[in-house]
C-alpha cells in the first residue's frame, strides 16, 4: 500500500512553502523520491467480492481513473491543504472546473448572478449556456456592491466572479459579495487564476468554492492543461461527486503528475513574478507612450485599498494601454523581440496578449469598450527572464509606437 510522506496532523500546520513541496504525497512500496505516476485506467480486485465492496462503498479504494486516481488525488490533496479548504477536485482543464462547478450545482429556473468581466469562456458559459438551459443570468459591474445588492434582491442560486479580472484588473470586494450572497441563499464561486492560490484565499474571505486553470501559474511552464474546484467536503461529495465521476472532466494522471512538479516551485515562481510585474507597472507608468497602466499593486490603481486589503502581492499581470490605435499598439507587439506574443498566461516565459482581437474578440465592441478592453490594451503576464533584459525589449519596442 502508499503511505502519505506527511503525517496527517503535522500537513496541517505547515507554512505553504513546505505544503508546496510535500502536501498530499504518498509513497509506494518501492520508497521512491518523486511523486509516482501511475498511468492507469482502471484497477483490479483480488475476488468478485472485492470488487463488489469497493462499488457498495465509494471512495473505499481506487476504482477507475474517471472517478479517482492515486497520481491526481496528491495532487488534489496538495492543492486542499494549500487552500486550507475541506475537499478539492481535479479537471482536464480550467474551463471544466468552471462548468462543473456550475453544473453540478444549478437547475432550470434558478438565477445566478455574475460580474460582467470575465475570462472570454466563462462569459460564454454564463450569457449563452445557462440561458438555453433555462437557469436565468444577471451581469453586474462587479466592482459597484450596490449593483450587486440589487441584482440578488431577487434571490438567486449562485453568484460568479473572477478578482482581480482578466484583462480590465477589476477588483471585487470578495466578503461583501459572498456575505450579498449568502443573505440571497446563493453560494459565491470565485476564479481565482489571477491572484494564485498564494496571493488570495477567497474561502477565507467567505467564498464557497474556488476555481483554478492549472493551466496557467501552477504549471507555469507552458506544458499542459489542467484545473482544478477546492470547497466543502460537502458541495464536493454531493454536488460535484455524481456530476465529476459520471460525466468525466477528470484530469490526466499525467498532467496530475506535471502539476505537482509546478506546484513545487509554486511559490518561488510567483515571487519572482510579481516582482517583476511590479517592476514592469512602475516603468511603463512613467513612460510617455503609456496612456494608462492598471496594477493592483500601485496606488494609482482605482481600487488599490481594496486589493491590498485581500491580496497578499499584486500579481503577475500588469494590463496597459499604448499610446495610439490599434495598429500602434500591434507595432508595439510585433517589435518585441524577448517576450513573446500568446494568449497564455502565468508562464515562465514572458507574454503578451491583445485582447480585444484575441481572448475577448467574441464579445461586441460596445461589451469590450464597457469593461475597458479597447484595441489598444495589451496584457503583460510576468515570466522569470531577467528584469533588466524584459525592460530592455519593452523600451526598444516602444520605440516603435
Ligand atoms: C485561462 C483561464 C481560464 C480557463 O482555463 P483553461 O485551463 O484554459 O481551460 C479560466 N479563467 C481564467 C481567469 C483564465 O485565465
Known sequence: MTKPILPADLAETLDPATILVRGGATRSPYDETCEALFMTSGFIYDTAAAAEQAFAQEGSRFVYSRYRNPTVAMFEERLRLLEGAEACRATASGMAAVFAALLCRLRAGQRVVSSRALFGSCHYIVADLLPRWGIETVFVDGRDLGAWEAALAGGASLAFCESPSNPAMEIIDLAEVARLTHRAGGILVVDNVFATPLLQKPLVLGADVVVYSATKHIDGQGRCLGGAIVASEKFIKDDLGPFYRHTGPSLSPFNAWLLLKGLETLELRVERQCRTAAAVACYLESHPKITRVLYPGLPSHPQFEL???????????????????????????????????????GDSKSLVTHPATTTHSRLKQEERAELGIGDALVRFSAGLEAESDLLGDIERALKQV
Request: glycine share 10%.
Open 307 to 345: 486589493a491590498r486589503r485581500q491580496m497578499k502581492q499584486g500579481g503577475s499581470l500588469v494590463c496597459f494601454d499604448v499610446a495610439g490605435d490599434k495598429g500602434a499598439c500591434f507595432r508595439f507587439l510585433d517589435a518585441l523581440r524577448l517576450v513573446d506574443i500568446s494568449n497564455n498566461l
